[in-house]
Each structure stands twice: as C-alpha cells, then as structure tokens.
C-alpha cells in the first residue's frame, strides 16, 4: 500500500522541456507546475462534468474568481509604501500603467513568466542527463508496475505510457550533445532504452526507434569515439534482434505508424552500418536477411511503380550488407536471394523505372545487389542457373537504362569465383557477336561502360579453356574481317596512354620538390589519380594484346605493327610492371594471375 509520504513527496525541481502544441491556448499561473485539464473540465466546456468544482451560484469556480472574491477582504498589516513601485498613473486616453506590485514580486512573476514562455534555456550537462536517467528509469518501472498490476485494465496504465513516450522524446536532446554519449552509457540508459524494442506498445517502441536513429545518425554532434562508444553497447544489448522482432510485428499496410517505424528501424540500421565492422553482425541475422528479402519482393499496391519508400530502403539496406562482406553475399546466396534479384529485374529488360522516383533508386539497388554477389562462387552458380547470362544480355541488346547495369554485372561474374563457367556460358548464349559490337562502336560510350567492357573481353581469354570451341570461337572475333578488333584495341591504348603519361608528368612535376618522406606522404594519392587516369583499363588492354600475340601469328604481326617503333616491347615493360606491383604473401587467385603474367612475358619475348 502507499503511504502518506510518497502520496505527498516532492518532484525534483526545475525547469523541463516540453513539446507543446503551438495551437494550444496557455493561461499563466502563479506556480511552477503545469496544470492538467481532464476531458470535460475545460473552462471553454459546456459540459456538465462532475468532476468540475462549481460554486454555490452553480457555475464553475476557477483560480481567477478566487481572486476577485478576495479583493475586499484586508489581511495582514499594511504594506510599507515605501516598497512598492511608483505608479505612473493614466495615460491621456485613460490607461492605467501602475503595477500595485513590490519590485520583489514583480521580479519573481517577471521569472516565472519568462520560465513558463520557455525562455529560461535548461542547460544541459552531466546534472542534467543524471536527472534526466533517473526519471527515464522511474518512467520506465512504474509503466512496468501498472502493466504487471492492471494487465486486463488498459486505462490504469495508458497514462504510464504516455508519460514514458514523452520521456524517450526528449531524450532526442542527448543528439545535439555528443560529450553526453559515454555519461548516458555508463548511467546504463542505453541497455533500458534498447530493452524498450521488447515493449508490447509498439508506439513505445518506434518512439525508441526514432531517438535511436538521431542519436545514431552522422548529423549528430558526437565525435567518432563518442558514437562507437554508443553503437558498440546498443549491439551488445541485442539491438539487431530486438529491431528485427519489430519488423516483423509492425503492420506497414494498415497502419501509417507502423509504416513510419518500420523506415526508423532501416534507418537505424543504415546508420550503424556506416561503420564497416558491424557488417557481420547485422548480416548474420538470418531474420534480418529474410525480412530484407521479403521486403525487397513485397509490393506496395499504393505506390508509384509498385515502389514505396519502405521497399526501396530495404534494397539499399541490402545492397550495403552486400557490398564488401564474403560472408553476407553467401548467405544471401543459399537464401535463394540471386534468383529473386533476377526475377525482380527481369521487368526492366525493355522498361525503365520513372525517373527521381522510389522505383529509379529501388532497380539501381537490386542491380547493386547483383553486382556484389555474382563475384563469389556460389552466387556465380546461382546466376549461371538462373540464366543471368542470357538476362543480361538481352539487357545489352534491348534495354535502356539496364544496358550499362548489365555489362557491370557480367563484367563483376567472368572476374568472379566462378568466372569459368560464366565466359563459357556468354559465348555459348551467342554473347560474342553483342560484345564485339559494342567494342566497335566504343567511341559512343561512356568511360566507366567502356571499362567495364574492356575488362568482359580480358576474362574471356583468361579464362576460356584451351582448346574448347568456346576459346577458339572468341578468337575468331577478335582476327576477323582482317583484325579490325586488334586495331579497334590498339587505338584504344594509345588512349588511355596519352591521359596517363599526362598525369604522370603533372606527378612528377609535383615530385621535384619533395624529398623521400614526403613523397611516400603523397603515394597513395598519386596512385589514385592514375587509376582516375585509367591506369586499369591501359593494363588490361595491354594484358588482352598479349594474349592475341601468344595465340596467334598474324595478331602478333599486327600489333607489332601498331605499336610502332618499340613494337612488343611495349607490352614486355608493362607486363613486368604488373608483376612488380604484385605484393608478397597472396591468395590462390593472385598467384594465378602472377603465373599467367610469367607465361604471356615469355610470349612476348620471343
């Protein structure tokens, strides 16, 4: 039972901030409390509540007839006239300025009045966030108390609730103040905040949602050792799984709540996910995988090209976990994720998605997704199962918007872990006669298309077998119609050669007056710049005229030709220069390479 004195015990005093509503009408009172009007009780009501305190006269009795009640009635001793403000007395129109009040009393109502208009800031610190835990907490344990208490009486605990909701809502202040981050750890806020992902009120736990993707999101004013130290407790706390419960309970098409928590929780997730280390955690959830799946898949029936904003988040989300973790693409792969990126971009094969809109970004994603996955071997397979090959080369003939996504994709699976099998299988779709005539008309395509398609015509003569139809299929196209290719390539290199001995020159330009320190500070930079160049596409160029010259007699004739009067040589110092650049201490696939280097400089030589 409660007793007297937690019945009567004191709130902690000061100022708090409120989110108010600006169309609200605020009477000021002589007090530091807000006062509560309960439904009915309004002095603008003309309803006959009960619970209204009224006056003999039958009327309602409020603070203001108090006052006009007491206003002959004399008590206490004479005010000293001295104390009280000189009255300025009477306009020419009649107005009367004088107050009638001591200047300590005008003081404290001056206060209150600025208190009660918000003008008195709180200023937050330390004081503050241990104030503010505090009452989270209490807010926290009393809604668990009336829930455990009154389970089949809602109204006995909504009150609870609400005052919990308004508590997570202004802890959205912790985001402006990131040197708060490690104190509100340590206080163990985050673990009950997190805890409140489980609550049964959902709107408890998408206001949770909301804070935690301020709190989270790169705008916020946290320094990166202030915002790891908030992501790291929030995973340890199960936050991946509580978020991922939430996605499954929140009914998006029925409710504009829900929909609006279920882009808090991606947002949420984005966030965290701007940190690469945290890849594994969020992608081994194969809830989490699951859900991004379905998502990606269901159909927003009100939404512009079937797109709404919910689905497309959900593919960028995706597309993130794909991106650069091994581990994430092969449990998409088993999750039977390839064959519904195909199914899905299957539509735009002729039909381009309505430019700026949801479904634009949403088919970049899912081509994103492709992209990442195909380089590994499982997924590689799946694509080769699914007759990606032939998908994506009907993109190349008929698509618009899908040509360029489709070459990246091929491009992504012949370099892949299962870039034998592809290469065959784009040759046998009848993919040479596509390929070889988007090399003749390169000079009308954009530079990254061109790349990508330099770098399909250097895995085909990597990796086509020996002696199979397939090889000697390519090598046809590359000598007919007297080695128009060849030369196609040639003028290709000299290209890519002219941008990059322009770059080299502004490099050394810039070397000249650095010693050996600073220019190893400026390395990295510099190699970026020459492979902006096309330092790349020159090798790979370089690397397909080698193997043209190690096939065949007359190739080799020819090139020697065209590169003028240093003829082969070319091709040597460039094929010892990838051998250089080639570090100690390599994977399977990067002694391959090392060994194909060898064999084509043995070629060439001859």
Same mark, same amino acid.
């Given at each position: ?26 009477t000021?009172?002589?007090?530091n ?6 439904d ?11 619970s209204?305190?009224k006056?003999?006269?039958g009327t ?10 007491d ?6 001793p004479?005010?000293?006239?001295d ?8 306009d ?7 107050g009638g ?13 600025k208190n009660?208009?918000?003008d008195?800031e ?12 505090i ?12 829930? /455990?208490k009154y ?12 005052d919990?909701?308004?508590?997570i809502?202004?802890l ?16 163990g ?20 949602c909301?804070?935690? /993707? ?6 916020s ?12 407790? +929030?995973i340890?706390?199960?936050?991946v799984?509580? %978020?991922t419960?939430?996605?499954?309970? %929140? ?8 929909r !609006?928590?279920?882009?808090?929780i ?14 594994? /955690?969020?992608?081994?959830?194969d809830?989490? +995988?699951?859900?991004?799946l379905?998502?990606i898949?269901?159909v927003?029936?009100?939404?512009r090209?079937?797109? @709404? ?13 794909l ?9 998409f792969?088993?999750?039977e ?6 199914e ?6 002729k039909?381009?998605?309505e430019?700026?809109?949801d479904?634009?970004?949403y088919?970049?994603?899912?081509f ?17 199962e699914?007759?990606?090959v032939e ?10 918007l899908?040509?360029?996504r489709?070459?990246?994709?091929l ?5 892949g ?12 779709? /009848? ?6 005539? +988007?090399?003749?008309?390169s000079h009308k ?25 397939e090889?000697i299929?390519t ?11 060849v ?7 000299k ?11 502004q490099?050394?330009?810039e070397?000249?007056?650095?010693d050996?320190a600073?220019a ?7 190699l970026?710049?020459?492979?902006d160049?096309?330092?790349f596409?020159?090798? !790979?160029?370089?690397?397909i005229?080698?193997w ?5 007699n007359g190739?080799?004739?020819?090139i ?6 240093? @003829?082969?040589?070319v ?10 650049? +080639? ?20 070629c060439v030589?001859?």
């Amino acid at each position: 039972m409660t007793s007297i004195d937690e019945l009567f015990r004191k709130p902690n005093a000061g100022p708090k901030r409120k989110l108010e509503d600006p169309t609200a009408v605020h009477t000021h009172v002589l007090s530091n409390k807000s006062s509560k009007l309960t439904d009915g009780s309004s002095p603008r009501s003309n309803g006959h509540d009960s619970s209204v305190s009224k006056s003999s006269s039958g009327t309602p009795a409020f603070v203001q007839d108090e006052i006009l009640d007491d206003e002959d009635v004399e008590a206490g001793p004479a005010r000293p006239q001295d104390d009280v403000e000189d009255e300025v007395g009477d306009d020419e129109e009649g107005r009367f300025f004088g107050g009638g009040v001591t200047k300590q009393e005008r003081e404290v109502i001056d206060y209150i009045e600025k208190n009660e208009a918000g003008d008195a800031e709180e200023k937050i610190d330390s004081a503050w966030l241990r104030r503010t835990a505090i009452n989270f907490e209490r807010k926290i344990n009393k809604n668990a108390e009336l829930r /455990a208490k009154y389970e089949s009486e809602p109204m006995k605990f909504v009150g609870s609730e609400a005052d919990l909701d308004a508590e997570i809502k202004g802890l959205s202040l912790l985001s402006e103040h990131g040197e708060l981050y490690e104190d509100f750890v340590k206080l163990g806020c985050v673990d009950s905040l997190v805890g409140l992902l489980a609550h049964e009120n959902t709107d408890i736990a998408i206001a949770v949602c909301e804070l935690l /993707a301020e709190l989270t999101d790169e705008d916020s004013a946290s320094t990166e050792e202030q915002w790891k130290s908030l992501v790291q407790t +929030m995973i340890k706390s199960d936050l991946v799984d509580l %978020l991922t419960s939430n996605l499954s309970r %929140l009914d998006e098409e029925n409710n504009e709540g829900d929909r !609006a928590g279920v882009y808090h929780i991606l947002n949420v997730l984005e966030n965290i996910l701007s940190d690469t280390q945290y890849l594994d /955690a969020v992608g081994s959830k194969d809830t989490l +995988m699951q859900w991004l799946l379905s998502r990606i898949r269901k159909v927003d029936a009100h939404a512009r090209g079937k797109v @709404g904003q919910n689905r497309q988040y959900a593919a960028e989300i995706l597309a993130i976990l794909l991106q650069s973790n091994r581990s994430n693409r092969d449990r998409f792969a088993q999750k039977e994720g390839v064959d519904a990126l195909l199914e899905l971009l299957s539509v735009y094969r002729k039909r381009d998605p309505e430019k700026d809109s949801d479904e634009e970004e949403y088919a970049e994603n899912l081509f994103d997704c492709l992209a990442c996955v195909v380089e590994e071997r499982l997924a590689g397979e799946k694509f080769v199962e699914g007759e990606g090959v032939e998908l994506c080369l009907i993109m190349l003939r008929e698509g618009r918007l899908a040509k360029a996504r489709a070459l990246r994709i091929l491009d992504h699976a012949m370099s892949g872990g299962n870039a034998v099998v592809v290469s065959m299988r784009v040759v046998d779709a /009848a993919g040479l006669k596509t390929i070889f005539g +988007m090399l003749m008309k390169s000079h009308k395509m954009e530079r990254s298309l061109l790349e990508h398609l330099i770098g399909i015509l250097a895995s085909l003569l990597r990796h086509l077998p020996g002696g199979t139809a397939e090889r000697i299929r390519t090598l046809a196209k590359f000598v007919e119609n007297n080695y128009e290719k060849v030369q196609k390539l040639v003028e290709l290199r000299k290209e890519y050669k002219t941008r990059l001995i322009r770059i080299d020159a502004q490099i050394q330009k810039e070397r000249q007056d650095m010693d050996d320190a600073e220019a190893e500070e400026h390395a990295d930079e510099w190699l970026s710049r020459r492979l902006d160049a096309g330092l790349f596409s020159l090798q !790979a160029l370089e690397l397909i005229l080698s193997w043209m010259v190690a096939e065949d007699n007359g190739a080799r004739e020819t090139i020697t030709v065209l590169l003028g009067e240093d @003829g082969l040589k070319v091709l040597e110092r460039s094929l010892r220069d990838q051998l250089d650049g +080639m570090d100690s201490g390599q994977s399977e696939e990067a002694k391959a390479t090392e060994e194909m280097l060898e064999a084509l400089l043995l070629c060439v030589e001859k």
